[in-house]
């Protein structure tokens, strides 16, 4: 085997084996519509991905690596949804959507030591939104993320002018988003920043610090213009 189709492989799924299985039964049930369909793949996938109760994938959906895909109870993949994993996997919480073309990739060419992805329980991934783990992307549950949302744990390496950018390396410190957070339509989060529970990143903000716990961010950067103590009224 030479060693395009070995880099090849080693992007679509975890074996050879596993491959050409995954194929097949990617190309005889991930196209059928309607409650069929999404039945029919909650019996079968469950052949190639890690499953800890009953999902809903609809048509259309692109897993890539899925032997180390974990979906729990009541998880749903929306039309267009791209999720690609590697060693340390993707993990979603039960009872969590994923909208219609949003993205999860961990696909982890730089052999990165925590490049994962972990979705809490109850949370919500907006239509069009990224999630990249490469650096370790954690979010705990119930955390609601709008549609266009940029998670970006890894930063590169770019003061040497004489380097081309992408091979002067990278910091990969991770995100973290704690429970009940809200992070608003278009907001970007960079990598090592933690946003704390129940605080607000508002629309288009870009967040290059952590965010206190019950703190709303705006602006680019985001700086905190209000924060409040648990149930308070706002």
Known sequence: MNERLKLFLSVEST?????????????????????IGI????????????ARGWFAVQPGVTLK??????????????????????PNG???????????????????FRDLPNARISIGKNCVIGPYSIVMGHGGTLIG???????????????HFYADPQIPIRDQGVEAKGIVIEDN??????????????????????AGAVVTRD????????????????????????
């Open 90 to 108: 993707v993990e979603i919480g039960a009872g969590t959507r994923v909208m219609y073309n949003a993205e999860l990739h961990v696909f982890n």
């Open 141 to 155: 549950d119930n955390v609601i993320i709008a549609p266009r949302v940029s998670i970006l744990p890894v930063n």
């Open 211 to 234: 965010v206190a716990p019950y703190t709303l961010v705006i602006g680019m950067p985001a700086q905190a213009v209000r924060s409040w103590e648990p149930g308070e009224q706002l």
């Open 65 to 86: 690596q899925p032997h180390n895909i974990s979906l729990d109870a009541g998880v749903y993949l929306d039309h267009g949804v791209y999720i690609h994993a590697c």
């Open 39 to 50: 039945g029919i793949r909650a019996l079968v996938y469950r052949l190639i991905l890690e």
């Open 181 to 202: 957070a809200w992070i608003g339509a278009g907001a970007t989060i960079l990598g090592g920043v933690r946003v704390g529970r129940g605080s607000v990143v508002g």
């Open 15 to 35: 074996s050879f084996a596993r491959y050409w299985v995954e194929q097949i039964i990617f190309g005889l049930f991930g196209w059928i519509p309607s409650l």
